[in-house]
């Protein structure tokens, strides 16, 4: 057999035809040189993966594991496409040396040196193989030092790194998306989107544009995401097995903007598109989730979004530990869907566990506004307003001060409201308008809509209890008489009779049998 020159003579790995990448591989698998093939596929991973992935896979299913061990990028693109657990992660890749983000120092005498490109590679797929898994607080730090290395190293070597950058930016923009920092990711994507041109790739623009979109809609600007899913659209088309996955996030952030915009047959229509990945990366499950659970806010089968929310928060529990996008909105998607079916102490359940962030105060904002305790509201709201995490919690803590203010005061004159409403509107966000109390909608051609629904009841401050009638719910439903409740708070039982009357208000009853079936239905007990 006549001996195919090596491709991995080359300086970090030069762009090489894929024929030869090919019949190199291929070569070093009939010889059983393992070291050699997992060289090939380290050295050129982003043509295998792109343009060969059954000949990648093909390979990586016969090169014995410990063969991956000296090379970090090729064991990245092991775990990638074969997705091996995730306690063999760390092992399979082990320390690799980068240099640290802040040594200018050592990064700009890398980014001059033949091993730039070899290095930008190695954080790339390094980046990739933990987002893939779950541990993206570790992902975002290697995009942040991916981007500042690749920008050095792109003005030292720019016939070199050019054709490489966009696609390593467009992945570090989605990791940063996934990992709680919208503001950096959308930053990143752009630079992508405009580098695309120069990748030799044509999926980057579509891809760049379509993740915008789907960003944007996730922090609430459903004015921009509509922007960016035109440039989707315009962009050049991908084939392959990119395809499907460039189409879901971009159909993800149309539902979505269709749903807050309360365009139903639009949303349905994106909606109808979507489906949970399988064997893909599973990052865009919750934001499928999240999509659906939306929708139903607004018109569907709120019941079973609710189950699907807690399937699916089990799930796909390893992509929506703290430090995440999805994490947050899953968990004030489930609350909400509660609340709009009247059930505030399950809603407030739902919270129970979570991390102090800018989206859970606004969710639990809106349980205290349920609840009637419009004091916790207000400070809840105010304490995200304080906070300019995103458009959406700045425009549902607005919208619940507003609320807040209707119903303590019977009025509707604060500056929240005036402020709510101008930016609700400007960014497309007329779902969250049905969280204001139906007496005070305005009468602009909306309102009249046969399936248009409030997402918080009607009546829902009267499921709001004090402590002291939660006490008695609680003993009724043990089968305890008002004595022995109240000698359990060392209290007489005189004072007992006058919580649960005020208890029996609250719930519109006359009886305890009528107060335990009314708190079941809220689902109170």
Same mark, same amino acid.
């Given at each position: ?26 070569? /070093? ?48 693109? *092991? ?51 933990? *987002? ?93 995401? /509509? ?87 089990? *799930? ?122 139906? *007496? ?86």
């Amino acid at each position: 057999m006549e001996t195919v020159p090596s491709l991995l003579s080359a300086p970090s790995a030069e762009i090489a035809p894929t024929s030869a990448i090919v019949a190199e591989l291929r070569e /070093a698998l009939a010889m059983e040189d393992w070291t050699r093939a997992v060289g090939v596929v380290g050295a050129h991973w982003s043509m295998l993966l792109d343009d060969l992935r059954e000949v990648l896979d093909d390979a990586l299913r016969v090169i014995p594991l410990p063969a991956f061990a000296q090379d970090a990028r090729a064991a990245a693109i *092991r775990d990638i496409r074969l997705h091996v657990a995730a306690d063999e992660v760390d092992r399979m890749l082990g320390e690799a040396v980068l240099p640290d983000w802040d040594d200018l120092v050592g990064l700009d005498e890398v980014a001059r040196s033949p091993r730039a490109l070899s290095l930008l590679s190695v954080i790339a797929v390094r980046m990739i193989a933990f *987002r893939v898994r779950g541990r993206l607080a570790r992902a975002r730090q290697l995009a942040e030092l991916l981007e500042r290395f690749g920008h050095i190293a792109g003005v030292h070597q720019p016939a070199r790194i050019s054709p490489r950058l966009p696609v390593a930016l467009l992945q570090a923009g989605i990791t940063r998306g996934l990992a709680d920092d919208i503001p950096g990711a959308l930053l990143t994507l752009r630079d992508a989107y405009e580098r695309g041109p120069s990748a030799g790739k044509e999926h980057v623009e579509r891809d760049a544009a379509g993740k915008s979109a789907f960003f944007l809609a996730l922090s609430g600007d459903m004015t921009m995401a /509509a922007t960016w899913l035109r440039r989707h659209d315009e962009s050049p088309h991908a084939h392959g097995w990119l395809k499907p996955r460039i189409a879901l996030t971009a159909d993800i952030a149309r539902a979505l903007v269709a749903t807050e915009e309360l365009h139903q047959a639009e949303a349905a229509t994106a909606l109808a598109r979507l489906d949970q990945p399988v064997n893909a990366e599973q990052s865009w499950g919750p934001g499928v989730t999240y999509a659906h659970a939306r929708f139903a806010l607004a018109w569907g089968d709120r019941h079973g979004a609710v189950e699907n929310v807690r399937r699916d928060r089990q *799930r796909y529990a390893e992509w929506l530990v703290e430090g995440t996008t999805l994490g947050p909105l899953l968990e004030m998607a489930e609350s909400d869907l509660l609340l709009s079916l009247g059930r505030v102490h399950p809603a407030r359940h739902a919270l129970a566990n979570s991390a102090e962030h800018p989206v859970t105060r606004v969710a639990r904002a809106r349980v205290e506004l349920a609840a009637a305790d419009y004091d916790a509201a207000s400070r809840y709201a105010a304490a995200a307003l304080s906070d300019s995490y995103s458009t959406r919690t700045r425009v549902e803590a607005l919208a619940v001060q507003t609320a807040t203010s209707l119903l303590r005061d019977g009025t509707q004159t604060s500056i929240a409201s005036s402020d709510f409403e101008a930016a609700a509107q400007a960014n497309g966000l007329a779902l969250i308008t049905l969280s204001i109390p139906r *007496r005070d909608l305005h009468d602009d051609g909306n309102a009249t809509e046969p399936d248009r629904r409030e997402i918080l009841p009607a009546n829902a401050e009267t499921a709001g209890l004090t402590s002291q009638q939660v006490l008695v719910l609680q003993g009724l439903d043990q089968g305890l008489t008002l004595r022995q409740i109240g000698a359990r708070q060392h209290l007489s039982v005189n004072t007992m009779k006058t919580h649960a009357k005020a208890l029996y208000r609250r719930l519109g009853v006359n009886n305890r049998d009528e107060a335990l079936a009314r708190a079941h239905d809220l689902g109170l007990l």
